[in-house]
């Protein structure tokens, strides 16, 4: 089973639906992340978690809201989607402390705001 | 200025060829760097860590040098298998907080 899931793999929904991308893992790691990418871009952060009663934005969080539920949940909502929030969505967790502390990524959703 | 710059590739490269990729980084405050490889519409998988005195895996080796705030990776040998993505990512302290922050990333072919 992977550390990191997320789900659904992939969604197609239409503007101004309401949907949530969902991330579990097992690695027991305090800090969870939620990533975007699109073509010819790096991973650009939305929100972030350091731990269950910490939530921070990401360098483009507008249009999005996320809930850490607990130390292994960590959702993502889009509010109202619109088309330009197609994408390849990931979440990823670290591991607090971890001197040289690195990612490990779910396997990615991929969204489609038609 | 975008915070980590990478070649904007691609690479074309023949089996067996020696390949180097660059990066460079603004935040000179910046803690810990790494090269993450990307398969197409794959999760980013960490290829190595990047220390100050170098470090080496295998046909991998990767480079960092601070004072020119410049990272580096050679893959010597190339394998089709290595046909990939490469991200640069380096963990710096910047308006979000402590962060990773990634590079566009740098596509290698490599061919038969």
């Known amino acids: 089973d992977a550390d990191v899931t997320q789900t659904p793999r992939n969604r197609i929904t239409k503007t101004g639906k309401r949907i949530m991308l969902e991330c579990s893992q097992t690695?027991?790691?305090?800090?969870m992340y939620w990533y975007r990418q699109d073509p010819g871009l790096g991973l650009r952060l939305i929100y972030y978690?350091?731990?269950?009663?910490?939530?921070n934005k990401g360098e483009i969080s507008d249009g999005y809201s996320v809930s850490r539920q607990a130390q292994a949940k960590f959702s993502l909502s889009l509010e109202s989607a619109i088309p330009n929030q197609t994408a390849l969505y990931f979440c990823?967790?670290?591991?607090?402390?971890?001197?040289?502390?690195?990612?490990?990524f779910g396997s990615g959703t991929q969204l489609s705001v038609l | 200025r975008k915070e980590v710059e990478q070649d904007p590739g691609p690479f074309n490269v023949p089996e067996g060829a020696t390949v180097a990729f660059n990066c460079t980084y603004s935040?000179?405050?910046?803690?810990?760097f790494f090269w993450y490889r990307q398969d197409c519409r794959k999760e980013p998988k960490l290829l190595m860590s990047?220390?100050?005195s170098g470090n080496e895996d295998g046909r991998f080796t990767a480079q960092l040098n601070r004072a020119s705030q410049y990272i580096s990776l050679l893959i010597r040998d190339s394998k089709l298998s290595d046909s990939a993505t490469y991200l640069c990512?380096?963990?710096?302290?910047?308006?979000?907080?402590?962060?990773?922050?990634f590079g566009p990333g740098t596509r290698l072919s490599v061919l038969p």
């Open positions: 990047v220390y100050s």
């Open positions: 978690s350091f731990d269950v009663k910490d939530i």
């Open positions: 935040n000179s405050a910046s803690q810990s």
């Open positions: 990823a967790t670290s591991e607090l402390g971890d001197p040289n502390e690195k990612l490990f």
């Open positions: 990512v380096v963990n710096m302290r910047d308006n979000y907080g402590q962060n990773f922050v």
């Open positions: 690695k027991g790691h305090d800090r």
